[in-house]
Structures are given as structure tokens and as C-alpha cells.
């Protein structure tokens, strides 16, 4: 089976490399980061060899998660070095950023003997963590080969994903039997990767560490640090500020044109785009300005000032969570169209009142949880979206409300981290576990 996976793995390389000779080119994807996922770590990653805990988050959203994770997994094993991988540029560009503990960030290996025998050799990993769902064969066979306990944490099987991996179960048995725990978000999830192979008597749930990993609101200072990017933004009481978050093509028309329609009633009013890719920022920029707004680019505006467009695209990485403090009302992306939603957590943290589509199949389990307790307003249209961005802007006591139910079910809902930790420390013991004890998941009778 592992000779026939390597051998479609390099096939599958070998045809998609046009593509990504195009996107070099054209987005500089890819660049400089080819010798990494071959197994060619920097030379200043882990330098003496020493024993490590290995954390890989594919991108943004997952490395977020990981955060949650990291200090802590470094004032257990005190006695091992704490190492980060990604798949992505915009993940590894915000693991550099916003996780300090981490002792080297990398990028992932391609799944193939020769760069995950490289990896492993140099990493040296007691204990490998993966964040979602992150199943790579070579790798975790290459793990159980070395002894290396392995760990899913923050799992979830989305309900578009479950149909497939239900087609290939004989195979996922296999792979999954070398995964020592699973720690997922939530009982359906639990259900379904037991249903595609995991044993049942390593499977627990544990929650979502998106809730763990949001940061306090403290003072809105602005001054330095991660709220530097308020400086930007001096935006004076009273100006109604949408923004429009990790959007997807297909979703900005409809934004603009809802926007339009807030503008009838407030004329000052201020959008913020946040496109989810950078490959688009051009794009967008350009969508704006032809559709007949003045349009800026975060990068362009001058601090300590207000912005004088009418459409601000945010074309820097790592800087929307904290920008969600100015907002009246958010609206987030790839939730218009079909592609399966993003983390509604940021903004909620705020106090904001969030808005998405009817595409929310990847977060599924949050999204029910919000509007279920009043914390959030779902469209199913352009129109809808429109028609309650509209009303947001002009009913103070609807934003308050929605905001105060999305900030109160984020605090309800911390937990994820201590439960993650306690299941890790039983698989990997760091000598005194804090915490609890996770029993493991238990199909219902």
C-alpha cells in the first residue's frame, strides 16, 4: 500500500509541478521554501539535534490553534525543544509572528520516505502533534517505525470531507491505527473518524482550541505590540466601520453592493476588505476603484490618522484579529460561496456582531452553537447580507446584543487546552501532569 501511496504522491508532484512553476512566477509561492519540504530544514533549526515535541499546523486558522498549545507544551517538557511546521507561506508567516515560544518554525515535508526520514533525523521528535486534520501516511508510519508518539488534536472530520474518507475506510484504517490519540472538537466528529477507522479507545473529545487560543481584550491602546495596526485606524467616534473578513472571489461584489446601501444612510461610513489569499489583493483593489470607490491599501495609509477612503483593503498578514476592535458589524468570508466557511471566533472574542452566509459546512458545530444562542445572524443571500449589514449599522441595540451573547459564549466555552494537555501528558508523561483526567469517547448505547 505505502509503495503504491509514494509512487501516486511523486506522480502527483511531477504533473502538478506547471502549476506550481506558475505560481512562483506569478504569486512568488514556493519560493525559497522547495528545499524544506524536501527535508533540507535552515541550518538554525535545531542545530545540536536535541530531543523535540513536533507541532504542525497547516495554515493560519490551524497555527492559531497551535498557539493555544505551545507555552504551555513548553513549561511541561521544559527538558525538550518545541519546534512548527506549515504548510502555507501565510501560516508560516504568522507562526514567525505570533508564536515566540516556538524554538524554529519550518515547513512541512512532502510526504515521501527520503524528506520525512530528513525531517525526523534532524527534528528529532518524542511526541509529533497534528492540528485538525492532518493524515499523512509516510510520516506517521515513518513516527511508529522511530517509537514517536503521535497526536490529532483539535480534530475534525467536516461533513463535506466524511463522504470521501468513508470511500477509502480500508485504507484510513490502516494509517489511523498509527495515530496514538485523537483528540477532536466535538461528539460528531468523534462518531466519524471512529467510523473511518480510528480505534475507539483512542479517541476523545476534547473541544475546539480556537476558543483557547483567542487573546483577552485588554485596553485599546494601540500604542505597539499585535494592536499597532490600530495606529492605522484612528477612526473618530461614531463612524461606522465594516469589515469585511478573509473573503473569497465571489464575495466582494456582493460586499461592495451592500456596502453602497449602508452608505445611503451613513454617507462616512468606512468598509475594510480582508481578502483570504494575498494573491488577490491586486484584484480586489482593483474591483473596488472600478466599481467607483476611493480606495486605499493598508499598507499605503499613513498612521496615526484616519483613513480619508471609503474602502480600505487589507493587504498585510496577521493583522485582522486585532483590526476587529474598530468594527460595527463583520462579515465573514467563504461563507457566500461554497466554501465551507472560516473561524467566526475573532471577531466574537470583541464583543462584535458577526454576520455569514449559508456556507458554513467547516465550521459547522460553532456556527450552530452562535446562532443557537443569539451571537450571530446567518444570510443566505447578496440581498440578506445587505438587508442585516443595513440594520446592524443602524440599530445599536441589536449590535450590542449580538455582541454581548458572541463574547459571553467564547468565555464559556475555554476548556479545550487543559483537556488537550492532559491527554498529551498521559501519551508523552512530563513527570506531574496538571489537570484532570479526559476519559476517552464512548459511542452512545
Not at 34 to 48: A, C, F, K, S, T
Not at 142 to 166: D, E, F, M, Q
Not at 391 to 399: E, G, I, K, S
Request: glycine share 8%.
Amino acid at each position: 500500500m505505502y509503495a503504491v501511496y509514494t509512487l501516486l504522491t511523486i506522480l502527483a508532484f511531477v504533473v502538478a509541478s506547471p502549476w506550481f512553476a506558475w505560481q512562483a512566477f506569478r504569486h512568488h509561492k514556493y519560493v525559497g521554501s522547495l528545499g524544506q519540504r524536501l527535508g533540507r530544514l535552515p541550518v538554525g533549526i535545531n542545530v545540536d539535534e536535541d530531543a523535540s515535541v513536533w507541532v504542525h499546523a497547516v495554515s493560519v486558522g490551524e497555527v492559531l490553534a497551535a498557539r493555544a498549545l505551545i507555552p504551555d507544551l513548553r513549561r511541561r517538557y521544559p527538558h525538550l525543544r518545541i519546534f512548527l511546521s506549515t504548510t502555507t507561506r501565510t501560516g508560516q508567516q504568522v507562526a514567525q509572528q505570533r508564536v515566540p515560544d516556538a524554538d524554529g518554525v519550518f515547513y512541512f515535508p512532502l510526504d515521501l520516505p527520503f524528506s520525512v526520514r530528513r525531517t525526523l533525523d534532524r527534528i528529532r521528535p518524542h511526541l509529533f502533534v497534528m492540528v485538525e486534520t492532518e493524515i499523512w501516511p509516510t510520516l506517521l508510519r515513518a513516527c511508529r517505525a522511530r517509537g514517536v508518539k503521535t497526536a490529532l488534536v483539535n480534530g475534525r472530520i467536516s461533513a463535506r470531507s466524511y463522504p470521501r474518507y468513508r470511500l477509502i475506510r480500508p485504507v484510513l484504517r490502516r494509517v489511523l491505527a498509527d495515530v496514538d490519540r485523537f483528540c477532536m472538537q466535538s461528539e460528531e466528529s468523534a462518531r466519524r473518524v471512529i467510523d473511518i477507522g480510528a480505534p475507539l479507545d483512542r479517541v476523545s473529545v476534547t473541544g475546539s482550541l480556537k476558543f483557547d487560543a483567542l487573546e483577552v481584550p485588554g485596553p485599546m491602546t494601540g500604542a505597539s505590540g499585535p494592536d499597532r495596526v490600530l495606529r492605522y485606524f484612528r477612526v473618530r467616534e461614531g463612524r461606522p466601520v465594516l469589515i469585511a473578513a478573509s473573503t473569497l472571489d465571489g464575495e466582494e461584489g456582493p460586499v461592495l453592493a451592500a456596502f453602497r446601501e449602508v452608505q445611503r444612510g451613513e454617507p462616512d461610513a468606512l468598509l475594510v476588505v480582508a481578502p483570504r489569499h494575498p494573491e488577490r489583493f491586486d484584484e480586489v483593489t482593483a474591483r473596488a476603484r472600478a466599481e467607483g470607490f476611493r480606495v486605499a491599501r493598508r499598507s499605503a495609509l499613513p498612521i496615526d490618522a484616519e483613513p480619508r477612503a471609503e474602502v480600505v483593503v487589507l493587504d498585510t498578514i496577521g493583522e485582522l484579529a486585532r483590526l476587529f476592535q474598530v468594527a460595527t458589524a463583520v462579515f465573514v468570508g467563504g461563507s457566500l460561496v461554497n466554501a465551507g466557511g472560516h473561524n467566526i471566533l475573532e471577531p466574537a472574542v470583541f464583543g462584535k456582531p458577526v454576520v455569514f452566509g449559508p456556507h458554513m459546512q467547516n465550521f459547522a458545530e460553532i456556527a450552530a452553537m452562535f446562532l443557537e444562542n443569539g451571537a450571530a445572524v446567518q444570510v443566505d443571500s447578496p440581498r440578506g447580507l445587505t438587508e442585516t449589514l443595513v440594520a446592524l449599522t443602524r440599530d445599536p441595540v441589536q449590535r450590542a446584543s449580538l455582541g454581548a451573547a458572541a463574547r459571553a459564549l467564547v468565555a464559556a466555552n475555554r476548556g479545550a487546552r487543559e483537556r488537550t494537555l492532559d491527554v498529551l501528558a498521559a501519551l508523552l508523561p512530563p513527570g506531574t501532569p496538571r489537570g484532570g483526567v479526559v476519559m476517552p469517547f464512548r459511542r452512545a448505547q
